[in-house]
């Protein structure tokens, strides 16, 4: 039995060095150590042995197998290293070489100027709403004191849907102005109520360098008590005044728009001669920015607020028109093209 066991010992260390990969090792495994391997087999002979023969044959035996079995885990440790070793060779790094550059994306002009726009008016205690781009005739005509007969409610100026809107508000539109939720947010949170809505609008327009069918608005609206176009004047010249990070002018003119009475058209002092005369400004100093006025009665009972007990004024600027202002924009397509080239540039 001891020779037997010198034999197998002989024989598993030379089946071991043989073993040259690790699926070539495992087989070598199965053969001695597996269930009906070698090793197993003569184990399992020990039985038939004298009690003497048992406890001496029997710890050599024992002995051999943690023996061999170390063997073993030191020749797959070794024919791992050799793989990691072969791998390494093969994927040669030069750690001297340079990194690849990963192109980032740019946020657009649009969004960059709408969050400062409401940064700046947050800081002066406007809220942020939004509202729906499918609005119904009411809430973006009648409500707003846009009568019938008013172009804005002819299908060659406005995007009509073939289905009706809830309550008898009339057809469903896509919203020609962000106005209508002056309406909506008087009617959720009440008065006084102070707040900007800043979205995405839609005309009936032919499509050129300066219009487009689809363009960004942001409407305003304070309503509060003892409410003049005092307040609307200090608000729009502390705003653009931060906006365009100098100090700005503006001057009223009178302009009619049916939600608000008095109507007025707001100009600012041209940023780009400082009022010295220029081709933008068409020699006057002066840049027609946007349409204000004090709240129609109208609109503001139409919010279910009492007009004689409450005043206020509402505004409402092109931020498309805003962003190829101030960044020297000449067709307002780019901004809707997608071009890569041409968002890279903010």
Partial sequence: MRKTLQKLEQ???EALQ??????ELQSVYTDYFGKKGLLKEILSNLKNLSPDEKQTIGKAANELKNQLEGQFKNRQNELNQENISKSLKQEWLDLTAPGKTYEIGHIHPLSQTQEEVERIFQQMGFSIIDGPEIESEYYNFEGLNIPAHHPARDMQDTFFLDKKAHHEE??????????PNQIRAMRKYGVPLRI???????RNEATDASHEHTFDQVEGLLIDRDISLAHLKGVMTDFLSRLFKKEMKIRFRPGYFPFVEP????????VFCNEKGCRVCKKTGWIEFMGCGMTHPHVI????ADPTQY??????????RLVMMRYGIDDIRH???GDVRFLEQF
């Fill in 196 to 202: 900007i809505v800043p979205g995405r609008v839609f």
């Fill in 335 to 337: 901004l809707t093209s």
């Fill in 263 to 270: 109507g007025l058209e707001l100009d600012m002092s041209c």
């Fill in 11 to 13: 024989s598993t260390l």
């Fill in 311 to 320: 005043q206020g004024w509402a505004f409402g600027f092109g931020l498309t």
């Fill in 170 to 179: 009339g057809r469903l539109v896509l919203r020609t102005h962000t106005s």
């Fill in 301 to 304: 009972r139409s919010g279910g």
């Fill in 18 to 23: 043989k073993a040259t990969t690790l699926k």
